[in-house]
């Protein structure tokens, strides 16, 4: 299957500092990109979709201020996390999708730490 | 709204017998659905999918997957458990003309040798 590389991994950041998440689709293009939140033992929760060249679309309840997405191009989008706290400790996944009837395809996930 | 259900938090299985991992879902209309398995600080990994066709839907690595409309049910099945197949599994749905997918909660499989 086609595949999607986010990086970090992992991050570890300090309270008060931004941090920034890519996802690459590296071998397709892809028009829709998902980013998804989960916490410990729980479910993905859906926190905005991006297509390329407009702005993303939030869930409600998300802020769209602190959670920053960019999908600047059709092969990245970027979820900058700023001004985290420790509350913000997640593990972020971002998944890619280039036709609308198809799978999408998950990154590894990154896993955010704030101290 | 669509909505998936996963009403088992885990499921036990002996090496070798068989599995099933039970989902249920909500839509308007004809559903989307997919199976995806989850290891540890991982990503999720596409297992199988049905948009339409046969309901019996064969993926990867053995698994397969019945589409019951009356039930509004896509089990995940695998006639015969590896150890390895230890992970967490998502069922998911999307509506036609929605784009994003609706997670399950998750069921934690655990395979014994």
């Known amino acids: 299957g086609a595949v999607v590389s986010q990086h970090p991994s992992w991050v570890i950041c300090k309270s008060g500092t931004s941090v920034k998440i890519e996802c690459r689709s590296l071998d397709f293009q892809a028009t829709t990109m998902f980013w998804y939140r989960q916490f410990p033992k729980q479910s993905l929760m859906l926190m905005a979709t991006?297509?390329?060249?407009?702005?993303?679309?939030?869930e409600q309840g998300v802020e769209k201020d602190k959670f920053l997405i960019n999908h600047a191009s059709l092969t990245l989008s970027t979820l900058t996390v700023t001004s985290a706290h420790p509350e913000d400790s997640s593990f972020y996944i971002c998944s890619a999708r280039d036709q609308p009837n198809t799978e999408a395809f998950f990154g590894q996930g990154t896993r955010l730490t704030v101290v | 709204a669509q909505s998936v259900a996963q009403p088992e938090d885990q499921v036990n299985v002996a090496e070798g017998n068989p599995l099933t991992v039970k989902c249920t879902y909500s839509v308007s209309g004809n559903p989307y659905l997919f199976w995806y398995v989850q290891y540890p600080n991982r990503g999720l990994q596409f297992l199988l999918k049905y948009i339409t066709g046969d309901n019996l839907v064969k993926g990867s690595y053995g698994f397969e997957a019945e589409f019951n409309k009356s039930q509004t049910s896509f089990h995940l099945k695998k006639p015969s458990a590896l150890v390895s197949d230890s992970a967490l599994y998502f069922c998911a749905v999307r509506e036609p003309g929605r784009r994003a997918l609706t997670f399950g909660s998750g069921t934690r499989l655990q395979v014994q040798p």
């Open positions: 991006s297509n390329e060249g407009s702005k993303a679309t939030y």
